[in-house]
């Protein structure tokens, strides 16, 4: 079985989410079959600017084909289409204008998938509201399955992308909360789907002394991991966190990793370490009391779950409510609204040593069962298996939705987008399973 | 804090979450939002402390407000408004020319539109006037509302505290009067009782008014006997301790029998000088007074002790050991 792999960024020094999380898929599917990754020739998700030489090279063992991006993306261009379609009536067109100025618009990259549909069994796309995934998906519809890694913002009520999830073969979605909002906003639900999520490469043993030893770390301290960026909640997470400094455990700290956006208060309680290789990562979480996820919007948070592998609690921005799904799904982790509860969390997951032990045992439980490697292969290979099983039975019959006509394509009659986000379901996906409660068990004493 | 105590690892978040808010609510007494609490730290402190912040009139201005009419448009713009000037020659001379100006163009659509649209101005000024009142005032209805809730919280968490500091003060009193009930022996009539029972009482004096009448007459000329020569030595001692330590009482006589308690009470304000309220009433000062000079400085905790046990108790005492009305400074020193 041949697959392509098709991400607007691909490289082992690019550790964003869905980019991250295809070069995972992508090498761990590379065991089990015939791996190929097309993608572009950028590294900046802001600018979209040709870095990689165009052509075939191997990262990791696996042969990546780059195809240069058409332009840089004009980031006035885009904010005012993004305006246009986000808060604003507007027409089909105006969408197909806003995903071209987003980008990465590579017409060679779309080309190649066209051209060479054959040579590749199945293209898994990831994240469905970049250029390459909705016109490469279109593209090959009958072969392609779709890693969408929607988070809850506005381009998911854009009228492009429903046709998009309706004609791909499979999609595998990051967390039942992302499936509820896809299959509710796009009315998918015939189309097979399953919870998949992402493993890590979560190493044997992870030394807290030797972090603590090479930044000089010796107290207790909560860790952020990740862009320290106000769209990541950080701005929230520094003013929760120096108002309660009086009321927060004694010698508590808060430790930073990753490359700052947001200005960093000056503070003895915070410390920015700066992007940090991922031994040091590692050893920092096995190091923390806890690790502090404090953005809003997340599909799934990697960080996250290497915290619960290696026996860490999580406290979570409730408003984010996959995050907070998955610590209620989890009993891995707790969340805060508002500062009362962030100080009120803190101080329980950071004081109560059973609750924080508890918290972690449960994460490590919940990583493996649910967000091992052997489960995740498995799922992609279950999935992958149902496809060949249907082509080679002819059972699946494939539907093109029609393109609209010219005139309807200029109709300014499509809702803003923020109208439609705001009539989709929220709040985390609570699985009322019989046997997942526990109540005998469960009492706390406060 | 509490510390969580979880005795599995089965843990139930949305509980604890519960659990967590909970604690909150406790601790906030009503569970503002963060919003709510910026606005209500935003709050001026006299604003929140001076009753005059809310206006007495405040409803009726409120209902005036609503039912104001409507000024009259300021500005008026009729037919002959763009012919209009102070200058009769050239009044008359547009006059003159208005039939020529209307062959050119008809005006009057202009017209009509200019003054529909002064009196829409004037109108439209009108309702945002009245919006903007109305806006104030529904701020500082609402800022008073918020105000007031909150006083009333911390009141009621006040009298809360100090219904409890009362009730333990309450059940305290009680545990130390069944303790000193089982302690003192009474026996009438016999020395060893009188000579015990004011010492015990000095300490913890028990609330009852009879006792220095039973406990007096029994020895005549030792413990003043009569009711009236213990009400004298106490107000002497008031008296005393209330302005100057020298002979007060003797100008009321002290010691003679038959003397009124108005008359003590005038002399010991005459000459020891103690706060007004002691002097017109006479004899028997009222509880608060008493407890301030007799014993008020010395123990909280007996202030709420009626005067008259106080006065029953010291008085056998000083009566067997001195004998002398004068006896000023032991007094001050018995204090």
């Known amino acids: 079985m041949k697959l392509a792999v098709v991400v607007q960024r691909y490289g082992a020094d690019i550790n964003g989410g869905a980019e991250l999380h295809a070069r995972y898929v992508a090498e761990h599917l590379a065991r089990h079959a015939q791996v190929e990754v097309l993608s572009t020739c950028a590294r900046d998700y802001v600018t979209w600017r040709n870095a990689y030489p165009p052509g075939v090279e191997s990262v990791n063992g696996l042969p990546v084909r780059r195809f240069p991006v058409d332009h840089e993306r004009d980031v006035h261009v885009f904010a005012q289409r993004s305006d246009r379609v986000f808060e604003q009536p507007h027409s089909r067109l105006d969408e197909l204008r806003w995903i071209d100025s987003e980008g990465p618009t590579s017409t060679p990259l779309i080309t190649h998938i066209k051209a060479n549909r054959k040579a590749y069994d199945y293209f898994i796309f990831f994240s469905y509201r970049y250029y390459h995934a909705y016109h490469g998906a279109q593209s090959v519809a009958d072969r392609s399955m779709l890693v969408p890694t929607a988070e809850r913002d506005e381009a998911i009520g854009l009228s492009i992308f429903p046709p998009v999830f309706r004609s791909v073969r499979a999609l595998m979605y990051n967390s039942p909360e992302e499936r509820r909002m896809i299959q509710t906003a796009t009315n998918n639900h015939d189309v097979p789907g399953v919870v998949v999520g992402i493993g890590s490469e979560i190493p044997g043993r992870p030394e807290a002394q030797r972090f603590r030893q090479k930044y000089g770390i010796t107290g207790r301290f909560a860790l952020y991991v990740g862009r320290i960026d106000r769209n990541k909640g950080c701005q929230e997470l520094f003013t929760f966190f ?44 096995a190091a923390a009391d806890l690790l502090v996820m404090p953005s809003y919007y997340e599909s799934l948070s990697m960080v996250a ?19 907070r799904g998955q610590c209620i799904r989890s009993r891995a982790g707790l969340y805060y609204d508002t500062q009362a509860e962030f100080v009120e969390t803190l101080r329980a997951v950071a004081d109560s040593r059973s609750l924080n032990e508890a918290l972690g045992a449960n994460g490590q439980r919940f990583y493996q069962h649910h967000y091992a490697w052997p489960v995740i292969e498995q799922k992609y290979l279950d999935m992958l298996e149902r496809l060949a099983r249907e082509d080679r039975e002819m059972t699946k019959k494939m539907r093109r939705e029609r393109e609209p006509g010219w005139f309807a394509r200029r109709r300014r009659v499509l809702p803003a987008a923020t109208e439609v986000l705001a009539g989709l379901p929220s709040g985390p996906v609570l699985e009322t399973t019989k046997a997942g409660k526990n109540p005998a068990h469960d009492r706390l004493r406060g | 804090m509490a510390e969580f105590n979880i005795r599995t690892d089965a843990v139930d978040v949305e509980q604890i979450m519960r659990q967590i808010r909970a604690r909150i609510r406790e601790k906030r007494g009503v569970d503002y939002t963060e919003q709510q609490i910026q606005e ?11 009753p005059k912040g809310v206006r007495s009139d405040l409803v009726e201005q409120f209902r005036r407000t609503r039912t104001a009419t409507p000024e009259p448009p300021k500005y008026t713009f009729e037919d002959s408004t763009i012919y209009d000037t102070h200058r009769g020659l050239l009044r008359f001379m547009r006059r003159l020319l208005n039939p020529i100006l209307k062959l050119l163009f008809n005006p009057n659509p202009l017209i009509h539109v200019i003054h529909t649209q002064a009196q829409i101005n004037s109108l439209y000024a009108q309702q945002f006037r009245v919006r903007d009142e109305l806006d104030a005032l529904y701020y500082e209805v609402i800022h008073n509302l918020v105000l007031e809730l909150t006083r009333l919280g911390i009141e009621n968490k006040n009298l809360k505290m100090r219904l409890e500091s009362l009730a333990s003060r309450l059940d305290f009193d009680e545990r130390r009067s069944r303790a000193l009930e089982g302690v003192v022996q009474y026996r009438s009539g016999t020395a060893a009782a009188r000579e015990e029972r004011p010492r015990v009482m000095e300490s913890a004096p028990l609330p009852v008014e009879g006792l220095s009448a039973a406990a007096a007459p029994s020895t005549p000329g030792t413990l003043g006997t009569a009711d009236g020569t213990a009400r004298r030595r106490r107000r002497r001692r008031r008296g005393r301790r209330g302005g100057a330590g020298h002979a007060p009482g003797a100008g009321a006589s002290p010691g003679t029998p038959g003397t009124t308690p108005e008359a003590g009470g005038a002399a010991g304000a005459g000459t020891g000088g103690p706060a007004p309220d002691d002097a017109p009433g006479g004899g028997m000062p009222t509880a608060a007074a008493t407890q301030g000079r007799s014993n008020g400085p010395m123990d909280n905790a007996a202030s709420s002790v009626p005067l008259n046990i106080d006065v029953a108790e010291r008085g056998p005492q000083r009566g067997s050991r ?6 000023g400074p032991d007094d001050t020193s018995d204090l």
């Open chain 1, 242 to 285: 120096l108002r309660a400094v009086p009321a927060l455990p004694v010698g508590l700290g808060l430790v930073l990793i990753g490359n700052a956006i947001l200005p960093i208060p000056d503070h003895p309680r915070i410390r920015h370490l700066g992007f940090l290789s991922d031994e040091d990562k590692f050893d920092a979480l």
């Open chain 1, 305 to 323: 779950l290497e915290a619960w592998a290696l026996g860490r609690p999580v406290l979570a921005n409730g408003k984010c409510e996959v995050l």
């Open chain 2, 40 to 50: 209500l730290a935003t709050v001026k402190l006299e604003r929140f402390l001076d």
């Open chain 2, 322 to 327: 001195v004998g002398d009305p004068d006896e």
